[in-house]
C-alpha cells in the first residue's frame, strides 16, 4: 500500500499555533522518572522492513501521537462532543468514558456533551438533544456493550453540523466510526476549515473487521475474534456431533477477512476459511465444493468459515444497492454456501448433517475485552492529546507498536486487506489444509 | 396432568428377582454415618400440594431410585452399552462419563461400549463398530460439548437391535435422548421382553426443551438458559443502540416455552415473550404488533423473544411434514414475525432498526455448566443403579428434588408444558409487562 | 430434622385480616388460561417419602407463597424499604431490583427505599440516609455483582429499628441475609408485634453456603458453585503441571459442605473433598495424609478441596472468638493442611509441587447465573406477595421444587447440612475414590 | 535498553549452509497471490523512532522470521524434541501443538518427541522418558491449560543434554520457557556448538509477566490480563459492599510490572497501582498509606492492584534466597501491605473493610484467549521455520508488529520494564489518578 504514499500525506492539519501551557504537568527531560511530554516533530518511520537489494525508504515519517507541552486550547474556553457511528462494537463505551475523563479530570475542560444517534444527533431538526455527560453518568458504563450514546448510519450534511457546533460553541468533536464515519469527519473538518472556525475535529477508527490502513488494530477487533472462536468451536462440535456433520459459519467481513482468518486460526478447528480476498472457485475439479467432498469423505466432518464479503463473484450480478452508510450491499454468501452445499452431496448420493450459524449480532454487542479496554483508553486518550493541541481532519492510528497522528484523507484514500501473500494467510493455510486458490 | 394416573402407571418393569449382593458395600442403618442402600419399596408422593376443600391423594406414588442391596445382574456377567440420540444437548459427554464410570470402577462391569451415530450403531447394517470405553478415553470429555459418541435422529427395527444386543450378549443399555429416543426405548425394551430376554434397558431423558413430563429439570436445560440469557442480552444491546431499535431473538421450544420464559426472565430486558402455550393474536387493537407499537413509542426500543413452536396457528395450514425424529416440521415463526414487524413499520410510517437473532447451534453445543454436570452425573449413577438391579423400561425422573424410576410408558404418554397460569408465566408477564393473551 | 418439628412450626404470623382486593387482577378459576392468585390455606406437604412400614406423615404442612386475592394494605398508604446484610453473594442486586419493580408497578407502592449498609442504615446514628429507589436507579443493577446498597455484619438494637421504621411511617421491611440476620429480622418482628405495629417484616434467605433449612436452593450458591469448579479446574491443571503436583483448594463452608462437594463433582476432578459434616482423621494408616500419599505415588497429582469449616477438630483448641455476625471464627484449615502435607511429604522424602488456593473474594463478587438470577426475581416476588397480604415474621422458603412461607423462628431452629448418608455425598465419594471416613 | 547494542548483537548463529529445498512449495514472487518465502537477508529495523535532532540509526536490523526457500536439514533425517519449563502459562498446548503440526504436516519430520517434565525430561538419570508425538494426542490439547508434557524449574547440565539429544538423534530441540529457561537453551546450544553437533536449538519466549526484551507481547499475557481484571473487578465489588472496603489484589510481575498496570488499566477500577518500577514511600506524608487514607475519606471504598515484585525496599532485608528457577525469591508484599494498612487504619481510629485476593494461580492455569492463540500458533510455526533453516541459538521475537529471529544471549542481557515515563504508564496514572512517586 506504500507505493503511492509521500511526505506530504502524513502532514497533520493543525487549527494554529499551540500556545498554551498543557495543564497535565508532565516532564520534558527522559530518565527523571516522570512521564513525559510528546516532543514536537516526534516521528515515527513508516517503511521498516528490507531486504538484500532493496533501500530503505526513510522519507515516510509519521507523527507520534501523544501529549504536548504547548496546546492550542485554553481548557476552560473548550467545550468537547462526542458521537458514535455505524454499527456496535466492543469497546465504544469505553472510548466515550475516557475521552470523557481525560477532558474532565485531565484537562479541566468544564463541558462535555453526549451527541446521541450518530450524525442525526448533531442535525438539531431530527436529533434529540445531547446529554450532558458527568463522572456519575460514565462510572460504569465500560463495563456495557453498545453504545449509550447511541448510533446511526449515515452522513449529514457538513455545512448544517458547522452550523450546529458554532451555534452551540462546541470547538472539539471526536467522531468514533470507521470508514464512512470519517469521511464524514474529514467533510465536518474541510467545512470548518473553510469557515476559519477553529474546531478540532478528530476521529478516533471504530473497524470491527479491522480493515482501516494505519490502524494495525482496532478496538473490539480482538473481543470479535474471541466470540467468532466460540461460535468456530459451537459449529466443530456439531459438525463432529452427527455422520458427514458440516458446520458453516458466517462471520463478518466486507473488504477484509482478517476476522474470518483470525477466528479460524485461533480455534484451529476450521477446515475451510472463505475470505473476500481470495477468489475461490465453487465448483469443479479442484473448487470448493469438490474439496469440502474429500474432506468429508476422509474424516467424516468439516468446518467451513466463510466471510460475509467472500465469494461475491458467484453472483449472477453484484448488487448495486447501497446502505445508509454508503457501503455497497453483500449478496448472502453464506446462504449459497449453504444452498450450493445442500445441492451437491444430494447429487452425489452423500447424506449430509449441515448447521449454519450467523453469530453477527452476537459478537459485536458484548464489551470488550482486556486488551480491547486498553486500547480504548489510549485511542480515547490520544484523541484529547491531539484536540487540545490543535490536530485536526486527523485520527488515531496505530503501527509498528506506535500510536499515530494520520490525517483522515490518507487514512480513507485506502483499505486496509489480508494480503494471500502474507505469513497470516500462510498459516492459516497451514491450519485448516485447504487448497491454495490463487 | 394427573387426572389419568393410576398407582398402576408408576409401577416399575423388572427382569426379575435380585438376588446378587451389590459390590457398593453401603450401609442399611441410618444414623451410622455410611452412605445406605435405598430399601426396596422406598416411594415418593406424587401429589404434594392441597387446599382447603381438597383431599390430598396419597395413592400415587413413584419410586425413588438409587442403590440397591440386592441386585440383579452378577457384574462380571455383564456388558453394557450407551447411546446418545437426537439433537445436541449439553452434558451428554458427563452423562456417557458417568454411566462408564460407575459401571467400571463401582459395579465392575468388565466391558462398556459406545454405539456411535445414535440408534444406527445399533443397526450393523448401517453403523461403525462400538468403541471400547476406557477410563483414558473418558478422562477429559465431560469438558467438551456434544456427544463423542455421535448422534442420529430416527429409530431402528427393535426386532433387529435385540438380535444385535443378544449377538453381542451385551445386557445392559442405555440410551439417552429426548421424546421419540424413549419411545425407541420403550420398543427395545418390550421386544427383550417378548423373547424373555433379560436386557436391562434404561433411559436417560435429554430434553434440552425441559419438556418431560416427570423430568423436573432435565440436564443442559440450565446451560441453555445462560447461553440464551447471552443472546438476549445482545439484542437488548443491538436494539438500545439504535432509534427504535428491535431486537428479535428466536429461541428454541418446540411445545413447551421453558427455555424463551426463563431466558427472557433471568435477563430481565425482553418486553414480549411469545411461547407454543399462548396463543397470541398478530394484528388488530390488542394484538401483538399494536403492543410492540405501543412499546416503541414509548420507549424507542423494544427486545422479544419467541420460541420456535410460538405461533404455529398464524401460518395459512400447519406443516404436515416430519423430520427424522418424527417430530412435525414447524415453520418458521422468527422469519414470520421478522417480515410481519417490517411490513407493519413500513406501513405505519415509522422507521425502526430490526436485528433477528437465531442462536440455537450455539445453545445446544456448549459444555455443561456446573449443576447441570451435577445433574447428568446423579442421572448416570442413578440409571447404573437401576440397570443392575434389573429394572427395565424405565427412565430416571426427577420430581419434588428427588430422582425416581418412571415406566417410559408412563414419561412418553404426554408432555409437559408450561402452564399459562403458572406462577413462573405471572413472572414473565410481571417481567416484561406484555398483555395478557388468553 | 424432621423428629421435633409440630403443624404450629409451619403456622406464619400475620398482621391481621387480609380485606383489600388485591391489584393484581389475577384469576380465582382454574383452567380459563389466566393466572392463578394463590388460595387462602393453600399447603405443600413437608414429608413426602416412605417406605414398608413407614407411615407417611400427612401432619405437616408449610403454606404456599404467591399472590393473594385478598391483601392486609392498601398500597397506596404503603411505605417500604429493603436492606441487604452480611457477606456478598451472587444476586443481591438481583432481589433488590425485583422487590422494587414488583412493588412499584405491580401493586402501586409509591416509596421503596433502599437502606445502606445493612442493618446500620436503620440506625439513624450510624447509617447514612437511605436511597430513593426509582426505575432508573435498578434498570442495570442486575448485571452487577454484591450490593448496591452495601452492606454491613451485626445486629442492631430491633427497639431502636421499629423506632425508625415508625418515625418513617415504614409498614415493608424486607430483609436480605442469613441465619444471623433473620434472627434480627425475627427480633425486629417481634418488637413490632409486642407494640401492635403493623409493619410487615419478610426475610429473603441469602446463604451462599446453602445451610438454611427449609431452602433447597438458596440463591447465589449456583453461581458459586460454578466459580468454585473454575477454580478446582486450574487447581488440577497446575497439579497436573508438575511432578507430585498438589492442587489444594479453600472453599466457602463454615457449616456445611455444599459447595466443595458440589463443586467438586461438577468438576470431577478431585479426589479429595473435606467438609464439616465427615471428621477425618489426619495422621495415622488410613488417615488423610496416608491417602494423599497413595494417590500420589500411584497417579503422581492430586486435587484436594477443602470446606473452610472442615477438620476443626485438628486444632488444639476451639476458638471462642466471634465476628460481628456472631459466627464463631473459624481456624485456618486450609493453611493447616498446607503445612501439614508439606511436613508430611518433607518427612517421607518426596518432593511435591503445591499450589494452594483460596478463591473465596472471586466466587461471592461475581454476578448471578441466569438460575440464579430466576431464584432472586422469584423469592422477591414471593415476598412482596407475602408482606403485602400481611405476612410478617417469616421468610420465602423453597422445598419440593414450590416456594413457601416459612416462620422465622423455625427456620433458624436449626442448620441445614450434608448428610454423610445421602445419595449427594455418595457421588462425592463414587467421583473421588476417596476413603469413607465415619 | 537500545545504548549497548551493536549490529553484532543482532547476528543468528546458524549450522551451516542452508542447501535443500524447502518442501512448502511457496513462491519467491510478490503479487502472484501466492504465500512468500522470505527473502535470506530480510531485516526489520530496530530503532524507528525519531525527533527533531536526533539521527535516526539504521544500523541496528533484526532479522526477520519465516519460512525460507532453502533448508539446513532434510526433514525425513529429522528428529524433533519439544521442552516446556518454568511456570505455567496460558498456550503452552497451543505452542506445542502447532510445532508439532508444522513439524509433522508441513515438513514431513517423521518422529516428534514430548519431553516431560521441563529440563527434567532431557536427563535420563531423572525422567521419564520422552512421549511420542501424534496427531490424535495433539488434537485437542489446545483447549485445556497447563502443558500436557508437563514442566518443572531449573537447569540440567548442558553436556548431559547434549550426550542425550545425540545418543536419540535429536537434531531440532525447542524449548518453551522464560529467562532462565533461555539461558539454559543457550547453555545447550553452546555445548552443541563446541562440540560441532547440528542440533538446531531454537528457544520460544514464555513470560506471563511480558517482561523479555525484543518480544513485544509473549503469549499467555492477554489471557492473564483478563483473568486479573476479574479480580479486580471482584475487589472493586467487595470494596463497594462495604463501608470503607479496600480490595486490596496481588498480581504477578516480579521485575515488571505489567500486568498489574494492564489489568488495573483494562479494569478502570483500580485507585492504586504498585509496580517493581516505582519505588514508592509507604508511611509519611505524600505516602502510600496517607494517600489511601485521603481516598477513603472521600470515596468511602478503595482499589489496590500490587505486583508481587513491588516494594521490595520495604523490607529491612533483601532475601537472597533463591527458587530452582535461579529467581531471587521476593518478600511479600502483599501480606505487608495488608498488615501495615490494618495497623495504620486501627491507629488513625477508622474501621475498615478489607479484602486481600491473590488469584495467581487462577490467572496463569486457564487456556489460551485467542490473541494469545494466534500468538502462540505464529510462534510456534515460526520456531519451526527457524530450526529447519538451520538457525540455532535463537529464540523468536516480536517488534513493530513482526516476528524475528533474536540470539539468544542478546535476549537474556536485559530485562523489559515498565517505563515509568511512558504513555502506558501515564495512562495508568491518569485513570486511577494516584500520586507520581518517582
Redesign the interface.
Known sequence: MDSELTPQDFIVPTLGPATFRSPLG??TV???????F????????YQ?????GRT?C?DL?ME?A??REKIFFEPSQCKAAIVTCGG?CPGLN?VI?SIF??LH??YGVPTVLGIR?GY?GLNPAKGPPPLLLTPEYVE?I??????VL???RGPEDPAMIVDYLRSESINLLFCVGGDGTQRGTHAIAMEAHRRRAAIAVVGIPKTIDNDLPFV?RSFGH?TA??KA???I???H??A????N?I?LVQLMGRNAGFIAA??A????EANFVLIPE?RFPLEGPGGFLDALRKRIEARQHAVIVVAEGAGQHLFASESSECDASGNRKLQDIGVLLRDKISHYFKAAGIAINM?Y???S??IR??PA???D??LC??MA?HAVHAAMTGKTDMLIGL?????LHIPISTAVAQKKHLS????????V???T?QP?W?
Request: glycine share 14%; charged share 25%; net charge negative.
Open positions: 508532565l516532564s527522559q530518565g527523571d522518572g516522570l512521564g513525559d510528546v516532543p514536537h516533530g516526534a516521528r515515527v518511520l521498516i522492513e528490507t531486504e538484500p530503505l526513510t515519517m507520534r501523544g501529549p456496535l469505553n468514558r475523563l481525560q479530570h485531565r444517534y442525526q460504569r465500560h463495563n456495557q456493550g453498545g453504545t447511541r448510533s446511526s494495525w480482538g475474534l474471541e472462536r466460540e461460535a468451536n459451537c459449529a462440535t456439531e463432529r456431533g452427527a455422520l456433520g458446520g483470525g477466528a486460526l485461533a480455534s484451529q481470495v448447521k450459524i450467523d453469530p449480532y452476537i454487542s458484548v475485552n482486556s486488551d479496554a486498553l483508553d489510549a486518550r503501527e509498528h507498536g506506535q500510536f494471500p501473500e502474507s505469513e497470516f494467510w500462510l498459516r493455510i497451514e491450519s489444509g491454495t490463487v
